[in-house]
T-cell receptor, first 114, second 112 residues
């Protein structure tokens, strides 16, 4: 399985943008880049995913490098509620088998200061 | 919508006891899976199912059984609980194996 590398922790100030990096140098052409977050004492929550083009939704933006070996999750204005562990995950666009399952690393713990 | 519902939220077992963790989803998702999360770690896949009647093993299946008789339900059985199975268990569902996954709130299990 293709692996991802994320910083263990990051800090941000409330109402400022946050850029969470993820390296995935062994990504293959069929791997989607997924981001999930986990708030304290809760289950993981889907944030965003993409394949090649940058993606935006109501929660965040995903910027994908042209060579796809890295990506950045962008929270445009961090709130205290955004304090969580953020996981960058590669998922294979391949029906069946375990290759489509989410392979979680340790993620990046984001702290947001008021 | 209730989404993915896990019961119970907390459970304490004695070593050797058996129990079933329940997971139900009301989104008509074909794909369901079970993960465990140990302190300071990411989630690890235990078992998964791509539809009713079809299950397969994940990364850490030993000590756990699953079955999928309906689309809605995917129970996880611990046959003989061991202290190493102390963990938080999460159930997830999705329309397919590689799209958005929805997680339950977790079951915190302690085996003494």
């Amino acid at each position: 399985d293709a692996k991802t590398t994320q910083p263990n922790s990051m800090e941000s100030n409330e109402e400022e943008p946050v850029h969470l990096p993820c390296n995935h140098s062994t990504i293959s052409g069929t791997d989607y880049i997924h981001w999930y977050r986990q708030l304290p004492s809760q289950g993981p929550e889907y944030v965003i995913h993409g394949l090649t083009s940058n993606v935006n939704n109501r929660m965040a933006s995903l910027a994908i490098a042209e060579d796809r070996k890295s990506s950045t999750l962008i929270l445009h204005r961090a709130t205290l509620r955004d304090a969580a562990v953020y996981y960058c995950i590669l998922r294979v666009d391949n029906y069946g088998g375990s290759q489509g399952n989410l392979i979680f690393g340790k993620g990046t713990k984001l702290s947001v200061k008021p | 919508n209730a989404g993915v519902t896990q019961t119970p939220k907390f459970q304490v077992l004695k070593t050797g006891q058996s129990m079933t963790l329940q997971c139900a989803q009301d989104m008509n998702h074909e794909y369901m899976s079970w993960y465990r999360q140990d302190p300071g770690m990411g989630l690890r896949l235990i078992h998964y199912s791509v539809g009713a009647g079809i299950t397969d093993q994940g990364e850490v299946p030993n000590g756990y059984n699953v079955s999928r008789s309906t689309t809605e339900d995917f129970p996880l059985r611990l046959l003989s609980a061991a202290p190493s199975q102390t963990s938080v268990y999460f159930c997830a569902s999705g329309r397919d194996p590689f799209g958005m996954a929805f997680f339950g709130q977790g079951t915190r299990l302690t085996v003494v």
